[in-house]
């Protein structure tokens, strides 16, 4: 089992910005890609990011590119989101979730290939 926990969402104004962190424990963490989804009220669970075990892999989700930027550091065993030029439409719960990835190919953009999830970290961006 892997428990993740996500830390550091909030209200902030549009074109602010905020870092999200997901801290896990429970297995090793270098062999888990990770990423960030998000679902906002009504609508269906998004892709925003993810990074493979090994950190040289990254995908983003098309609505976040040039805006939003995911690391990890696998001595801390936490990945995160640094999310910058906040827009309304960002407003949604940020979930991190992990994947057991054996070898270091590139991250999985889908959600149904991550095996653990965080519970989750509301972010509102006002206008």
């Known amino acids: 089992q892997v428990q993740l926990v996500e830390s550091g969402g909030g209200l902030v104004q549009a074109g602010g910005s905020l870092r999200l962190s997901c801290a896990a424990s429970?297995?090793?963490?270098?062999?888990?890609?990770m990423g960030w989804f998000r679902q906002a009220p009504g609508k269906e669970r998004e892709f925003v990011a993810a990074?493979?075990?090994?950190?040289?892999?990254?995908e983003y989700g098309d609505s976040v590119k040039g805006r939003f930027t995911i690391s990890r550091d696998n001595v801390k065993n936490t990945v995160y989101l640094q999310m910058n030029s906040l827009k309304p439409e960002d407003t949604a719960v940020y979930y991190c979730?992990?994947?057991?990835?054996?070898?270091?190919?590139?991250?999985?953009?889908?959600?149904?290939?991550?095996?653990?999830w965080g519970q989750g970290t509301q972010v509102t961006v006002s206008s």
């Open positions: 979730a992990a994947d057991f990835s054996p070898f270091s190919g590139p991250a999985s953009t889908k959600s149904g290939m991550y095996d653990y």
């Open positions: 429970g297995r090793t963490f270098s062999n888990y890609a």
């Open positions: 990074i493979n075990r090994s950190g040289g892999n990254i």
